[in-house]
């Protein structure tokens, strides 16, 4: 299994920026890609972004391109979302997840972090 928790979260105004951070521990070596994911109240889980572990591809939902920028780090087993220009409709409960491969859904799931943004 994959352990993942998240943090970085909190409140911002409109057009700040937040960092946030996934740490993934157990069986990492499994690991093919992570994303990025937000639920807003009231909403479906909206994918926001990705990124391969091994060779870092990429990968943004229209909605996030240009202002959201996905990182990694194998040696600290971390993924990162670097948010800016944020807007008050970013204003969700940010989830990190990782899956084993690309024929396969996203399996392991952190507990979310919450990112609000004040207009």
């Known amino acids: 299994q994959v352990q993942l928790v998240e943090s970085g979260g909190g409140l911002v105004q409109a057009g700040g920026s937040l960092r946030l951070s996934c740490a993934a521990s157990?069986?990492?070596?499994?690991?093919?890609?992570m994303g990025w994911f937000r639920q807003a109240p009231g909403k479906e889980r909206e994918f926001l972004a990705r990124?391969?572990?091994?060779?870092?591809?990429?990968l943004y939902a229209d909605s996030v391109k240009g202002r959201f920028t996905i990182s990694r780090d194998n040696a600290e087993n971390t993924v990162n979302l670097q948010m800016n220009s944020l807007k008050p409709e970013d204003t969700a409960v940010y989830y990190c997840?990782?899956?084993?491969?690309?024929?396969?859904?996203?399996?392991?799931w952190g507990q979310g972090t919450q990112v609000t943004v004040s207009s």
């Open positions: 997840a990782s899956r084993s491969s690309a024929y396969v859904k996203y399996e392991y």
């Open positions: 157990g069986r990492t070596f499994s690991i093919y890609a």
């Open positions: 990124i391969t572990w091994s060779g870092g591809s990429t």
